[in-house]
C-alpha cells in the first residue's frame, strides 16, 4: 500500500466521488454510501468497518498481490463480500457484485469547488449529479471503484459532457460524476492510500 500526501492546488487532478445506496443487510433496507472511482485500482474494496456496520456476508478469503511502495509487491488476505448499489436519483442498480475488505482506503478528501459558470450550466441543463450537493464538501469515501467494476458503473449509452471550466462530467448509472484538472485553489491537505494500483 502506498500513501501519498499533497496538497489540492491550481492544476490538481479532481478524484471522481459518487453517492449510492448500499442495502444494508442488518436494517434490510437502503442506507447512503460514498464512493471513490478509481480507474487507476485493479480491484473494488469497501473499508472493513463499514462492511461490518451493514452486516455484510463474506464470501472467504483470498489472496490479492498490489504494488506498494518501490514496486515492492504486497499480498494480503482480504475477506471478499458481496454488495447491491443502487442510485440515489432511479431504479438503476449494481447487483451482488463482488468487492474486497480493506481497513484503510483513502483519509477524507474534499470534492471540487465549482465556479459558478458551471454550477449555473449544471442547473440550467438539469444535469443529475452523483454527489449530494454542488458545493464543496468533505468526504470520507467507504467503496473504492476499480477496473473489475468501473465498466459497470459507467453509463455507456451516455456521453461526456464539458463544463466551462474544463471539467468534464462522467455518465455513471449514479449520475455524473466530476473529473478532470481544477483551477480553483484549495489549501486543503489530504492523504491517499492507494490500493491495488498497476
Known sequence: MKTERYQPASGQHVPQIASA?????????????????????????IKSSFGKSVKLPSLGTTSFTAAGMRDLQETSQPDEVRITLKSLRNAKKLKHVSVLTEDTLIAPTRTVKLSELDRSFIT????????????????????????????????????????????MLMPTIFGYTITGISTTPSSMKQEVHSIARS
Open 124 to 167: 440550467e441543463k438539469k444535469i443529475p449529479i452523483a454527489q449530494r450537493s454542488l458545493l464543496p464538501a468533505n468526504v470520507s469515501p467507504d467503496i473504492l471503484i476499480g477496473q473489475d467494476l468501473l465498466h459497470r458503473i459507467l453509463d455507456h449509452n451516455s456521453a461526456a459532457i464539458k463544463l466551462p471550466s474544463g471539467l
Open 21 to 45: 445506496r448500499i442495502f444494508d443487510q442488518y436494517e434490510m433496507d437502503y442506507r447512503t454510501v460514498t464512493l471513490l472511482l478509481d480507474s487507476r485500482a485493479q480491484r473494488s474494496f
